[in-house]
């Protein structure tokens, strides 16, 4: 037979290192009564109980209610009490705690163990019958909230109702007797909502609550919080049962929190709060004003004292800053809870910075305790926040791409490019589309009213760091009459909205925007990130001016410039829609022709912003239709335009629609079915390539052929790239350095990356289509049911924003082996959405690939988290 | 220095068994004169030689030169004759000849040698000047327009106009003088045109023919017929250069073809045709009727015998049907060639039963005789032989669903239910969706003007087993006006057309149909089949009637029951749709309890059509808005008839569209969403096989869950079908046997395919999906850009049609072997378009699969190659 697993562990007995088991909370509790700190015992049920609680159909088994109750009887000894007795009544507060911090779980329940003969023994004990009956009433209210789930609202109308009946204002003025009417009214509405009475077993009342904390590990706020934060559903929550210790018994108690150093700028001082004769909830209630907790050291020296010595110690032993909870009853201080404090992006890079320079912590140890996508707020303005403090939005939509805006409501691109030259404008559309690129480029934010964290307007935004909130379902738009409806109010274009794209907040009128401010202790922490990083981090760029900004936040090259971006810009368009409507070879040359020098023009501007860096140009990939308009209207301007018949261009557009275009002819076969394209496209980047090497630069072009998904068809596109290039290089009689490359993103590719990587210099993942075609998900459609799979459990992050490790990278780690098994040079990349992504960037990084590439704005974010990832598990550079 | 290889061999050194070295012409050559057979002795250029000669950048290498000249003198030696020589000179042919016998490649060409100086001697040698003008007249015509691609036309001009100038009728007629006149016309032409004179060096005529048997391995025509044929580019082509005989030296010369057996009956008889005073090209080009066989015995009863006797030995020899050319010169017989002769599907057959039973084959060796394909002809009704060759077609299709139909034009499928009453209709579209099933199910065939191999009418046409001609470029569709023009003419509904699906044909009128007549010797191949193969066949079958008509063709269960095709039928549409229109799950069940009893229905029929066979049933697959209409005038009209308002059904359906469908809502996803959809369908498909079951039948319903891409994912659908299923069998008291499994269809399926095999009872490997997903091809679009592909030998075959193994392959053998490991008792089995493809099912019997499963009609094709396949690799059933 198995040794029967022990699942319920005084906090004298626990491991204090051991989270997964005991949770934060429990873990923290072990280990500071083992540094000897005053904490009120109790005992810990482990994350084991929790799993084993859904592995036997929601039930906690009769073998560990009986090691609970062993516990307790071991507690109860050690503090000389009894549950439930009439004379010394055991109290216990119960909470939950799972590895990580998660709000979303169940709060804690305080006074347990009150019935209707210990509440006597409680007034006893404290000489204080209000007191006791308060506690009694405030445990009833909250246990048949939390636990049972009833009479959250009926209670306080019961308050209001008593205090009117007795013509009192405040809950304070009740007496014991009042209170004592109180309690009966809430039992009979228990019993009636609950058909039973109100458990008067203190051991019953406990069950209850161990089992409404294991309950709340799936509760929707618990489970979208974990998505939210990677956090997997089979970790479990622990539950902490506390002895209680009384904040409120009168001037000599109290209760409050605080932190080890300022949580919102990083300053290395105390930092706290807290209330006399209070309940940790009070404190939280926020119906008292509390006191800064210097006032604490006039109160009671000797307790301020303790705490002080205490809060040090624990930010030494924890080698962080440390947000505690504390009560102080009759004089004497009680710690209830310590763990690492949230912090802003501001205060964690300073207080990183800080414990390095203190000698408490390596530059290593350092850089592990900043959360990287933290980092992002850094980099954007973002609204002042005494400004922002005074407003509420009017409404919300998805934090698409971070930062603040404010501007006046334009309906369409060329409205915006004119009107923001007189001033800040915000694009407002129902979604965008490549033809928007240029009005999202003049605004200074991005609203729209579909489309996802991965929609067209997104994934733009964030390239180019513009603030976005797409998806805000309470936004109409009449384009015609140039009116918004936000929420159900109109507004026309003179209007001001300000965007938080950071939370997708929609505030009305103007609020003040604060400029980004790198300061020096964020460079310091770059700088060490890149000191301890193995992956080269490099961006995904399509301007001149992207690209300066990502070196600028220290990209090393691009690793993915997008052509087709430029194809959209107006001077070129034209030619490009020509290009399409040819019907021979010939045609689409002349049209090509007109495209070369601008082209050319692109690429040595971004040439020039990176300098010797190395450049990844993806050729041409979307189809083409997506050059067209589709609506009859616009398809006849185009064709007067053109000067060709409406039939016509009807008709072009209508032979290109494709039923599933992601599917279709786009990428490579583009230039398998008009290899001039592919020509054209070379001669820009080679010619390029040989201009700004005149000038002195030693340019790296890296050519990358997109949607590859045979080598055949590589070699095919490769074959006319050093056709091209060896001519464009024999006329001018110079020589360029570039590579050919692919995009491994169909899963036809990864599965034969053997033979395509004896051709190919290097692979990039093109997780986007990769992570589509992998799960059969397109990405434009995914989101109508993928909030179902979330909410069955059966997914549990969106895969196109975390990287499907167990799939889609069983795929990549796959192409990776077989690839460089196959060619042991070949350089490997990755450049989807994910590339900015840190437990992806890990995945990266574990797999060997050589770089990521993101967009500019994660480019921080990427280099810390390479650094992190090189951290917990080194690999020779 | 490695051993030099040798690239020409004498056929009396090459080794008859080795096609894969010396072509099929080649190598029987090589086996012909091994016997002692009188052949023209020779020598042949290897299918080596030729594939350096592409490795070489289209050049014949010296040293391969140089062996050829050293070959050609040998055989000179033997012959006794010289090259160009003025009294004595030796002529050859020059043939092409790959492993596998090639239409698509160069014509022979005859009498290369002849120039100014040897067609003197080959005059004096015969005697007979006009002969060997004649000849040499020949040449220049077949080298200028085979070798060096001029002429064609021009030729035959100077033979008309030079007849013109003479006053004669005929060729014949032409003196020695007169062909002598015509060669200078011709060789002055020649110079013109090609800058060049006519090759006079008998040597250059040679290596210039080779070059040109070379360079018809790449021709269109060749890659077209390898990607229908499967035969890959690699292969390359032998030449085979034989010393000329002459049938066309006199009355005692002469030259013919025959077959050991009769090619369209399988009589067991000898059956040829000969010319006298002829050569071979007299024969093919038909312009003389040629004689029967039998009466060379009168002519020559030496040769006849000879022939007769060499005949016999042939087909003891190859133990197969011969195909043989022959020549006598001055009646002298030589053999020219034999080969494995072609056949209709009647003969094959019989010949194949014949050959067991009269002892030359074993039963094993007869089934390798067939091609599978073949038999798809016997399996459906067919034009009448004689009264097709009396017509010729009007237009012509692509070949989408085989057999013969006639019938009056139906526009819509309403008209075509309503007078299939009467009498026999054919459904012309532009093209098929969903809804058209009813009128495809009556009409005769269909014709569509759009659409490939794969689209809606081809699929589901083979599935009925109608006859298809889909994707007709001539045909324009006037369904307002009830008229259609086909190739530039127009006709009315009343006009008949008759349409042959197993070539694509359209003709005018009515041609008279024969039914299929499964005749005793097809019943034998189909016994010996089943006898020898590994793989269970069993057929995709939606309908009762499908599914009797499948187990009549040998299915044995049914792989893939789609259930959505009920979904389309009138009677239950409108109920689909309400359940489209709820908005609730209440609203949708009380649509759901509409259809339920339908359904049951459904799967009652099919039940009793299948018996104790099992039948894999898979839950609704397609998108929603497949049940909608999508056009204003139909949404109104259906708002209408529904009782919606037209905005509220218009909103439903753009609320539904998708931008890739094929990766949108669709699959299991349905059933996460709307779990009430999978419970109905498991009641109906556990009550219907109850009812059965009480009839003293047990049917094995196995549940296909499509569109998998997660354990969980397919668990969740799992755990509604086990809850239903239970609750149904608990309420009737009566248990059924039924299992769980998944299509494996989306890549990460089968990347995951060792967790998804822990729960699940069987994999289909939907190919159709798996292989859109792993090229990143929409098989709807791809059709737009394949051909390119085609084109530019990126691809050599169709991968919807044939697997591709090096790819999807890969990722279903990766699936298997994981699969198989998690869950050793998983029944692996596939049910994509590739179940009924030969070399597909070789595929899926090699990798160990235990079933395919095809349209009724592919049933016993896909029993003969399963046969095949197990014969080929034997594996242990």
């Avoid at 029967?4 to 007995?13: G, I, R």
């Avoid at 079915?673 to 890296?702: C, L």
């Avoid at 210099?761 to 993928?786: H, I, P």
């Avoid at 960037?841 to 280099?863: D, K, Q, T, W």
Wanted: charged share 25%.
């Amino acid at each position: 037979m198995a040794q029967s697993k022990k699942y319920v562990y005084l906090f004298s007995e626990a491991d204090g290192s051991d989270k997964a088991l005991f949770g934060g909370k429990g873990a923290n509790l072990a280990e500071m009564t083992r540094l000897g700190m005053p904490v009120p015992q109790g005992f810990t049920i482990t994350t084991e109980a929790c799993t084993r609680y859904y592995a036997d159909g929601k039930k906690i088994a009769d073998d560990i209610i009986l090691e609970i109750f062993k516990k307790l009887e071991a507690v109860e000894k050690l503090q000389g009490k009894k549950f439930g007795d009439a004379e010394n009544p055991y109290l216990v507060s119960v909470r939950s705690g799972a590895r990580a911090s998660m709000p979303g779980m169940m709060d804690t329940i305080l006074n347990l163990g009150l019935n209707d003969t210990s509440v006597e023994g409680l007034a006893k004990l404290t000489n204080n019958p209000r007191f006791a009956y308060d506690c009694y009433r405030r445990f009833i209210q909250m246990y048949s909230d939390v636990v049972v789930g009833v009479g959250k609202s009926a209670f306080e109308k019961f308050i209001d109702e008593y205090k009117t009946e007795l013509k009192i204002k405040n809950d304070t003025e009740f007496t014991a007797e009042n209170l004592k009417v109180l309690i009966t009214r809430y039992k009979v509405f228990y019993k009636k909502e609950m058909k039973k009475d109100f458990p008067q077993d203190p051991k019953e009342q406990l069950i209850g609550a161990v089992e409404a904390v294991f309950r709340s590990w799936e509760n929707s706020r618990a489970i979208v919080y974990r998505r939210m934060n990677d956090i997997p559903s089979n970790w479990g929550t622990a539950v902490s049962v506390q002895s209680m210790v009384f904040g409120n018994m009168g001037e000599t108690s109290g209760t409050g929190v605080a932190f080890t150093r300022n949580p919102s700028t990083g300053e290395n001082k105390i930092y706290g709060e807290f209330l006399i004769n209070a309940q940790g909830e009070d404190v939280v209630a926020g119906i008292r004003t509390p006191l800064k907790l210097e006032k604490l050291e006039e109160i009671n020296k000797e307790a301020y004292t303790q705490f002080v010595n205490i809060a040090s110690n624990l930010e030494n032993h924890y080698k962080d800053m440390q947000d505690m909870e504390f009560t102080i009853e009759r004089g004497k201080l009680y710690m209830l809870q310590t763990r690492n404090g949230k912090r802003t992006a501001q205060a964690a890079v300073k207080i990183a910075v800080d414990l390095v320079k203190e000698g408490k912590l390596t530059e290593k140890e350092a850089l592990m305790k900043i959360e990287p996508k933290q980092l992002d707020s850094l980099l954007h303005p973002q609204f002042d926040s005494a400004a922002l403090k005074k407003t509420v939005p009017i409404s919300k939509g998805l934090p698409a791409s971070p930062g603040a805006a404010l501007g006046q409501i334009c309906f369409t691109q060329e409205e915006a490019v004119e009107r923001a030259k007189k001033g800040k404008v915000l694009l407002v559309r129902t979604e965008t589309s490549p033809e928007d690129i240029e009005g999202m480029n003049v605004a200074e934010g991005l609203l729209t009213a579909r489309g996802g964290m991965t929609s067209h307007a997104a994934v733009v935004a964030r390239g180019m760091g513009r603030c976005c909130v797409a998806g805000c379902q309470e936004l109409l738009i009449d384009e015609e009459n140039k009116t918004v409806v936000i929420a159900g109010k109109k507004y026309t274009g003179d209007a001001y909205l300000s965007l938080d794209g950071s939370t997708g907040n929609i505030y009305e009128g103007k609020i003040d925007v604060v400029p980004a401010d790198l300061s020096g202790d964020y460079g310091t922490i770059m700088e060490w990130a890149d000191k301890y990083k193995a992956l080269t981090v490099r961006t995904n760029a399509d301007t001149p001016a992207d690209a300066a900004q990502a070196v600028v936040f220290g990209a090393k090259g691009i690793g993915l410039c997008r052509t087709e971006h430029m194809f959209f810009a107006e001077d070129r368009i034209a030619a490009v829609r020509e290009m399409i409507l040819s019907t021979s070879e010939a045609g689409r040359r002349t049209a090509l022709d007109k495209i070369l020098p601008m082209q050319r023009q692109d690429f040595i501007g971004i040439y020039q912003a990176m300098g010797e860096l190395p450049v990844t140009i993806r050729y041409l990939d979307p189809p083409l239709h997506e050059f067209l308009p589709h609506k009859d209207e616009e398809i006849s301007a185009l064709a007067k335009d053109m000067g060709v018949s409406f039939e016509t261009l009807k008709a072009t557009v209508s032979n290109l629609h494709e039923f599933n275009p992601m599917m279709g002819h786009r990428g490579c076969r583009l230039s398998v079915s008009f290899p001039e394209i592919a020509e054209m496209q070379t001669q820009a980047v080679i010619e390029a390539a040989i201009y700004v090497n005149k000038q002195g630069v030693k340019v790296k072009p890296e050519i990358m052929i997109p949607l590859v998904g045979d080598l055949k068809e590589f070699k095919f596109v490769k074959d006319i790239v050093d056709r091209i290039a060896k001519k464009v290089m024999e006329k001018s009689q110079y020589n360029v350095d570039y590579t050919v490359g692919t995009m491994i993103e169909i899963p036809r590719a990864a599965i034969l990356a053997d033979e395509i990587a004896t051709e190919a210099a290097f692979f990039s993942f093109g997780t986007n289509d990769l992570t589509q075609m992998t799960f059969g998900f397109s990405r434009d459609d995914a989101g109508k049911f993928l909030d179902n799979y979330y909410a069955t459990k059966i997914f549990e992050s969106d895969p196109f924003a975390k990287l499907d490790q167990s799939g889609v990278g069983k795929l990549i780690k796959m192409a990776v082996k077989i690839g460089r098994e196959s060619n042991p040079k070949i350089k490997l990349g990755i450049c989807g959405e994910h590339g900015g992504d840190p437990s992806s960037i890990e995945f990266c990084h574990n797999i060997g690939l050589n770089y990521v590439s993101c967009s500019p704005f994660r480019v921080p974010i990427a280099r810390l988290a390479a650094a992190q990832a090189n951290i917990r598990n080194e690999r020779v550079k």
